[in-house]
């Protein structure tokens, strides 16, 4: 199984900017992603991006957040500027080989936008 380690949650106002970071134990990930899940709601995907470098983003972050990965250190960052408040949630990391539809989650790390 892939360990995941997160990093670069915190308060920001709305407008700032902040970067999620996500390192994989593992190598030759299918797909690295960003998922998120606020209070009372479902976990939802936010961006995901391929071994090829293939992205997928979700409608309400296109074009403000940007999701990069390194295949040789097994990183994935998720660079996220013009936040909202409605962006608030706690961002997880997911990370899967080809033969894994499901994947691997990391803890979790807390993103707040408030003024």
């Known amino acids: 199984q892939v360990q995941l380690v997160e990093s670069g949650g915190g308060l920001v106002q709305p407008g700032e900017s902040l970067r999620l970071s996500c390192a994989a134990s593992?190598?030759?990930?299918?797909?690295m992603g960003w998922y998120r899940q606020a209070p009372g709601k479902r976990r939802e995907l936010v961006a995901a991006?391929?071994?090829?470098?293939?992205?997928n983003y979700a409608d309400s972050v296109k074009g403000r957040f940007t999701i990069v990965r390194d295949n040789a250190k097994n990183t994935v960052d998720l660079q996220m500027n013009s936040l909202k408040p409605e962006d608030t949630a706690v961002y997880y990391c997911?990370?899967?080989?080809?033969?894994?539809?499901?994947?691997?989650w990391g803890q979790g790390t807390q993103v707040t936008v408030s003024s």
């Open positions: 997911n990370a899967r080989y080809s033969w894994d539809p499901v994947g691997s």
């Open positions: 991006i391929t071994q090829g470098g293939s992205t």
């Open positions: 593992g190598s030759s990930l299918l797909v």
